[in-house]
């Protein structure tokens, strides 16, 4: 059996550090690994070949609001919301992130 993808451990790992990933809907999960090929034709009326059930272990938008929650906890970290007018970079680093109105 293959070992699981990287994204696996990290979520596991991440989980265990934002309080076992309750608050953002992580539950781990078995998985399977399989190779699919699709129909040339697929049945009629049908939309999507993926099952209903098939799902991500977490909730993204929850999970972000975590991560950037434990970012200005615990590392000082600013969020600011607002849209972009213009970024500056040079020596291959950003520089300057300048908002618009």
């Known amino acids: 059996m293959a070992p699981p993808p ?19 809907g992580y539950r781990p999960l ?13 049945p009629r009326g049908r939309k999507s ?5 098939i799902n991500g272990p977490v909730h993204l938008q929850l999970f ?10 615990d590392y000082g970290v600013a969020v600011v919301i607002g849209k972009v007018k ?3 970079a040079g020596g ?5 992130v300048v908002e618009r109105g």
């Open 92 to 96: 291959g680093e950003i520089t300057a």
């Open 49 to 53: 070949t993926i099952p209903d059930w």
């Open 6 to 24: 990287v994204g696996f451990d990290l979520h596991r790992s991440l989980a265990q550090e934002l309080n076992d990933g309750e608050s953002y």
């Open 30 to 42: 078995n998985t399977l690994s399989l190779s699919v090929t699709e129909s040339e034709n697929p």
């Open 86 to 88: 213009s970024v500056e």
């Open 64 to 73: 972000t609001k975590k991560l950037l929650e434990k970012a200005v906890a």
